[in-house]
């Protein structure tokens, strides 16, 4: 656990309960107490600054952090517009990048123009088959197309 409750404090505008907490780091913020007890806030922003990567200043996700999260959403959430081309084929993350730190140390940070690729097109995503690639690195890394024809009126495909 990341927090520890201290006291309760004046309650907010919209009369939603704020307490005084202290965070793992030992600094003491007054934080909103649902956010606490539901696990939508980790840290006083500490966590954000040891990686550098959990939100820039305007608060948009850094390139990489987007990069490792769409590459999760691609292989794990059968409701990804893409996860059949991924996880439905049974392209798979490694566990070792359940942590957004642990791809980090492997993969540095996400050089401009570019984006990850694996260099083994039907492998799985770890470190010894990825990399950071530009568009056209990937366009001749891709998997062979299939083109439907029309002359096989039982063509599925």
């Known amino acids: 656990m990341t927090w520890t409750v201290l006291y309760d404090v004046a309650r907010n505008a919209a009369n939603q309960r704020r307490v005084m907490a202290r965070c793992v780091c030992g600094a003491s913020v007054e934080v909103l107490y649902d956010n606490i007890r539901r696990g939508r806030t980790k840290s ?32 794990l959430n059968p409701n990804s517009a893409d996860y059949h081309h991924y996880g439905g084929r049974g392209i798979c993350v490694c ?31 770890c470190a010894d ?7 056209v690195e990937q366009r001749h890394n891709q998997r062979p197309h299939r ?3 029309r002359a096989n009126p039982d063509c599925r495909y």
């Open 44 to 75: 006083c922003g500490c966590l954000k600054v040891k990686t550098g990567h959990a939100r820039s200043n305007a608060g948009k996700p850094s390139p990489t952090y987007v990069s490792w999260q769409s590459m999760r959403t691609r292989c």
């Open 95 to 125: 566990p070792e990048w359940d942590s957004f730190e642990q791809f980090l140390a492997d993969m540095g940070e996400r050089p401009v123009g570019m984006t990850l690729d694996r260099r083994e097109v039907n492998g799985n995503y």
């Open 129 to 135: 088959n990825c990399r950071w690639a530009t568009a």
């Open 147 to 149: 083109r439907a024809t």
